[in-house]
């Protein structure tokens, strides 16, 4: 009887880690993803002109285009396109799924090429994943109370 105890609190403790892992993951995506957007800054053309040296290289007639070793470029991001998304983003943290998702799909038909277009394809995957997940426990529900014989 004790093993049997035992066993079911080992399952039970199991059970409320591997639900907290999920839920810290949850947060953690639209966390990092929120910190991610605020790092970026809307790219806009600058008018003034500058002058860029350089020794022994290909001809570089672009002073923005310039290498520098071990950075990776950051692809510019426009103000309407950065707006779109955060729009979408506050959606979802407001908890409006079904709207978020539909303004997510909208931003990604606008702008297939954008710098951000991976992580709103990865904002609708996860969207998509949480609504499954509330829609199975209450269709589960629905069938264990369909199966109960009714007593009068």
Request: glycine residues 8%; without cysteine.
């Amino acid at each position: 009887m004790k093993a049997k105890t035992w066993m079911a609190l080992a399952v039970l403790l199991a059970a409320l880690v591997a639900g907290g892992a999920a839920a810290a993951e949850k947060d953690d995506f639209w966390g990092s993803l929120q910190g991610k957007l605020q790092k970026v800054t809307p790219g806009k053309k600058s008018v003034a002109t500058t002058a860029v040296g350089g020794v022994r290289g290909a001809r570089n007639d672009s002073p923005e285009d310039v290498y520098w070793k071990g950075r990776e470029k950051e692809k510019p991001v426009a103000e309407e396109e950065l707006q779109k998304f955060n729009q979408a983003l506050e959606t979802k943290l407001k908890g409006d799924n079904e709207k978020a998702l539909a303004q997510f799909e909208e931003f990604l038909r606008a702008y297939p090429q954008s710098a951000l277009r991976i992580e709103g394809l990865q904002a609708v995957e996860k969207i998509k994943q949480e609504t499954a997940e509330a829609k199975a426990p209450a269709k589960a529900a629905g069938k264990t109370r369909k199966k109960q014989p009714q007593s009068q």
